[in-house]
T-cell receptor, first 117, second 118 residues
Framework: AQKITQTQPGMFVQEKEAVTLDCTYDTSDQSYGLFWYKQPSSGEMIFLIYQGSYDEQNATEGRYSLNFQKARKSANLVISASQLGDSAMYFCAMREGLGGGYNKLIFGAGTRLAVHP | GAVVSQHPSWVICKSGTSVKIECRSLDFQATTMFWYRQFPKQSLMLMATSNEGSKATYEQGVEKDKFLINHASLTLSTLTVTSAHPEDSSFYIC??????????????FGSGTRLTVV
């Protein structure tokens, strides 16, 4: 069965600095997708970045990058130049299989990020 | 981009009553809908997966008779919490996928419903 682990319940970072949020996963599938979502206090789920299991390069989306280490089964999110608006809950998620969104998305426990001025 | 409208945003109901939550895809056909439940400061727990026109598949431990899911059309899925009790108070959020979506992302989330049972 697939499993996502986020071991950091909370993280603090100074504004304009970079922060890494950890995520490890477990799956027996060779094909899978890894996602990061941001959830502000309003509750909406904001998609940040995606990494496919066969992608050789780390995914990047603006200030977000995903440090994908397949052998270690880790998919850490790096946020560069943190902003006050980055304060939120961050979830790592995994889908077994690559195509579309027909397979369920399983979420980790989440990490609450607080950005200090 | 794809939008899923979820209503109501919040609802307060009396213990013993039923509450219906709707998720509607506004500009695409939602072939698959996922329903999640989230307790305060916790993760999203998948409750069930529904495909249009067929019965929902519930995750282990989720009471089928308590959480009724209907996905009768390609644009509408509903979750009904029957005979609600205070322990059912939670944040419920849906996620829809689009058959025509050629990206690997595929998931569009509703804005969530905060249910409080008093």
């Amino acid at each position: 069965a697939q499993k996502i682990t986020q071991t950091q319940p909370g993280m603090f970072v100074q504004e304009k600095e970079a922060v890494t949020l950890d995520c490890t996963y477990d799956t027996s599938d060779q094909s899978y997708g890894l996602f990061w979502y941001k959830q502000p206090s309003s509750g909406e789920m904001i998609f940040l970045i995606y990494q496919g299991s066969y992608d050789e390069q780390n995914a990047t989306e603006g200030r977000y990058s995903l440090n994908f280490q397949k052998a270690r089964k880790s998919a850490n999110l790096v946020i560069s130049a943190s902003q006050l608006g980055d304060s939120a809950m961050y979830f790592c998620a995994m889908r077994e299989g690559l195509g579309g969104g027909y397979n369920k998305l399983i979420f980790g426990a989440g990490t609450r990020l607080a950005v200090h001025p | 981009g794809a939008v899923v409208s979820q209503h109501p945003s919040w609802v307060i109901c009396k213990s013993g009553t039923s509450v219906k939550i709707e998720c509607r895809s506004l500009d695409f056909q939602a072939t698959t809908m996922f329903w999640y439940r989230q307790f305060p400061k916790q993760s999203l727990m998948l409750m069930a997966t529904s495909n249009e026109g067929s019965k929902a598949t519930y995750e282990q431990g989720v009471e089928k008779d308590k959480f009724l899911i209907n996905h009768a059309s390609l644009t509408l899925s509903t979750l009904t919490v029957t005979s609600a009790h205070p322990e059912d108070s939670s944040f419920y959020i849906c996620s829809a996928t689009d058959r025509a979506d050629g990206t690997v992302y595929g998931y569009t989330f509703g804005s969530g419903t905060r249910l409080t049972v008093v």
